[in-house]
């Protein structure tokens, strides 16, 4: 099992920034990929960043390229994701998720998730 606890959502102007954190515990030396998750009311949840925990690659959906970074740090066991340049459209339910293996943009991949944490964003 890995627990995963979140925090750092908030509400911001349009143009803020945010970190997200992700701490987690357990079984961690069964992770490689994090990924992070949003879900809008009525949409379904999409793809936002992910990163291997062993190869260090990041991947990050199109809309928010350039202004979000996802980073990790192993000895924490704590992943992270920093926003910048927020869109109202940004305004979401963020979760943060882990896996072995698997496709790193299908949240049906992903073995455990945390809570989520409310992202608004206002123009």
């Known amino acids: 099992q890995v627990q995963l606890v979140e925090s750092g959502g908030g509400s911001v102007q349009a143009g803020g920034s945010l970190r997200l954190s992700c701490a987690a515990s357990g079984r961690t030396f069964s992770i490689d990929f994090t990924g992070w998750f949003r879900q809008a009311p009525g949409k379904e949840r999409e793809f936002v960043a992910a990163?291997?925990?062993?190869?260090?690659?990041?991947y990050y959906a199109d809309s928010v390229k350039g202004r979000f970074t996802i980073s990790s740090d192993n000895g924490k066991n704590t992943m992270y994701l920093q926003m910048n340049s927020l869109k109202p459209e940004d305004t979401a339910v963020y979760y943060c998720a882990v896996m072995g293996s698997g496709n790193y943009y299908n949240p049906g991949a992903y073995d455990y998730w945390g809570q989520g944490t409310q992202v608004t964003v206002s123009s």
């Open positions: 990163i291997s925990w062993r190869r260090g690659l990041t």
